[in-house]
């Protein structure tokens, strides 16, 4: 079983910024390396969508929606990822979901982001 602690969601104004965190943490570990980590968001009445993951050698990869204004980053030592969100949009609020690949797929239960004025 993964262990996942986020935080870092709240309310913000549009153009604003907020930088989410999530760290990986469990016994599996102890057999498993984590692989790609990431975020994923679920907005109101909408699908499950990828926002960005990077793997464990740094490689990343975005939403379309995302880039130029969104950086993911990771803590291999801490088994932390990070993402790092500015000049949000309203369409931006969602809950964001930590992903982490450990032998196989988990998602952490979200934390809520909220661009609003």
């Known amino acids: 079983q993964v262990h996942f602690v986020e935080s870092g969601g709240g309310l913000v104004q549009p153009g604003g910024s907020l930088r989410l965190s999530c760290a990986v943490s469990?016994?599996?570990?102890?057999?498993?390396?984590?692989?790609?980590m990431g975020w994923y968001r679920q907005a109101p009445g909408k699908y499950r969508e990828l926002v960005a993951l990077?793997?464990?050698?740094?490689?990343?990869n975005y939403a379309d929606s995302v880039k130029g204004h969104f950086t993911i980053s990771r803590d291999n030592a801490k088994n932390t990822v990070y993402l790092q969100m500015n000049s949000l949009k309203p369409e931006d609020t969602a809950v964001y979901l930590c992903?982490?690949?450990?032998?196989?797929?988990?998602w952490g239960k979200g934390t809520l982001v909220t661009v609003s004025s």
């Open positions: 992903y982490a690949s450990v032998n196989m797929d988990y």
């Open positions: 469990g016994s599996i570990l102890r057999i498993y390396d984590v692989g790609a």
């Open positions: 990077i793997t464990s050698g740094g490689s990343t």
